[in-house]
């Protein structure tokens, strides 16, 4: 770090401001992938270092793990597959648990770039209705894909998936709760491809051993790596990965050519894509 002009952070690693301090010569950092949440904004604006995302980049691999996600849970293949390694052939036992995505309501909380290809991809289920929620209007998004903005009560309400895609901040910490839980449907699935800390976990484990919900899929924990002893994984009714929905293969290209193309452009003195940039460069210094 102390001899590194700009630093490209993956994974889970993130600058806090001892790590800044580290680093005289740092110029620019940039993250290969979008959360941000593991930073010290204030110690990177205070040594006036520029911070930049790979936005959109990850969009494809994550939205297809929702899709997945919502497929396993509607229809139990993570306990088909169990009872037939243990010599049961299930087959009318998990029928009243199963559903499918055929004209249901799906709610997508943040319409973002993985939000949209989220509601996009799951068209070609012939839902019912696609609702989302963003604190932002997604105008164009409701034109072409038909997507219909609702708050966030009224669209835990009515879906039947409700699919979350939004940064971990001050205002999404914890977003669903107990009392967001508590407002969906008995027979609706969770399914949370974002961060971990914008989902109680507490109160996710509590409504899925109730059966206040049918089921959940998260790829994301509030502490990362979680621990074998989660109680998430006593029960059946939920699937998990290990914060991989956007790590593939065919998919790691994409990601380096975003990260140095950002990098180049930053030393030529030339403008990053606008939704990538998260601290732009020349801050003036904050007290």
Not at 51 to 77: W, Y
Not at 173 to 178: E, H, L, P
Not at 183 to 192: G, S, W
Request: charged share 25%; hydrophobic share 45%; proline share 5%.
């Amino acid at each position: 770090m102390k001899e590194a002009d700009f630093v490209i952070a993956c994974g889970a690693w993130g600058m806090d401001a001892e790590m800044v301090k580290a680093a005289p010569k740092l110029k620019f950092v940039q993250k290969w992938g979008v959360g941000v949440d593991k930073f010290d904004f204030a110690a990177l604006r205070a040594a006036g270092i520029p911070l930049a995302i790979t936005a959109g980049a990850n969009s494809t691999p994550v939205a297809e793990h929702t899709l997945g996600f919502m497929i396993a849970a509607a229809k139990r293949f993570i306990v088909a597959d169990a009872a037939i390694r243990a010599g049961k052939f299930l087959k009318t036992e998990l029928q009243m648990s199963s559903t499918q995505l055929y004209q249901k309501v799906i709610g997508i909380v943040g319409l973002g770039n993985i939000g949209k290809k989220v509601a996009k991809k799951v068209l070609g289920f012939e839902p019912k209705e696609v609702l989302y929620r963003d604190i932002v209007p997604q105008e164009k998004a409701e034109k072409e894909l038909g997507v219909r903005p609702v708050s966030l009560d009224e669209l835990l309400q009515w879906s039947d998936f409700v699919t979350l895609h939004v940064p971990l901040n001050e205002a999404t910490r914890k977003m669903i709760g107990a009392r967001e839980i508590g407002l969906m449907k008995q027979t609706a699935i969770l399914i949370n491809t974002c961060r971990g800390g914008v989902v109680e976990e507490k109160a996710l484990y509590e409504a899925l051993r109730d059966r206040r919900i049918r089921g959940a899929a998260t790829d994301v924990f509030e502490k990362e790596p979680t621990t074998a002893d989660n109680p998430l994984f006593t029960l059946d009714n939920i699937i998990v990965t290990s914060h991989l929905a956007h790590s593939t293969i065919d998919n790691i290209p994409n990601m380096a050519q975003h990260c140095f193309r950002n990098i180049v452009r930053f030393a030529e003195g030339k403008p990053l894509p606008e939704a990538d940039v998260i601290i732009p460069a020349a801050t003036p210094i904050t007290a």
